[in-house]
């Protein structure tokens, strides 16, 4: 299973998302899997979930939403995610959490070019614990 997992500003828009997503994933697996292909699910915390959700109909996916990602390792740290969420990256956590036990990271989050939207790719294995 790959679950991306989103985290916003105020400014976001479903265009920032569809670019953190291309961002996020690395060329070869994008290509391999046809750019959409690369998530079986997307995931917002609630108050990013109706944006998310206008991506995840255009993408034709499922909608995963989290309710908390407080003291979730992440790879990146930022100030606000850490102050606000009590994590280092909401995009992190909430595709971690999301894909539950057993989930890595493909890689840390990406941004979108106009710094409102950061997403992470996720895979979890059926059966695997972290």
Do not use: K, Y
Not at 13 to 21: I, K, N
Not at 43 to 68: K, Q
Not at 73 to 97: F, I, K, R, Y
């Amino acid at each position: 299973m790959r679950v991306a997992g989103f985290g916003m500003n105020s400014r976001a828009t479903v265009e920032s998302l569809r670019a953190a997503l291309a961002a996020a994933g690395p060329a070869e697996a994008l290509a391999a899997l046809g750019g959409a292909g690369l998530a079986e699910a997307l995931a917002a915390l609630p108050a990013h979930a109706a944006m998310v959700a206008e991506l995840a109909r255009a993408l034709d996916l499922p909608l995963i939403e989290v309710a908390s990602v407080a003291g979730i390792p992440t790879l990146s740290q930022s100030l606000g995610s850490l102050a606000t969420h009590h994590t280092g990256s909401v995009a992190e956590a909430v595709a971690l959490a999301a894909a539950g036990p057993g989930a890595r990271l493909l890689a840390p989050r990406a941004t979108s070019a106009d710094r409102c939207a950061t997403c992470a790719i996720v895979v979890a294995w059926p059966g695997a614990s972290t």
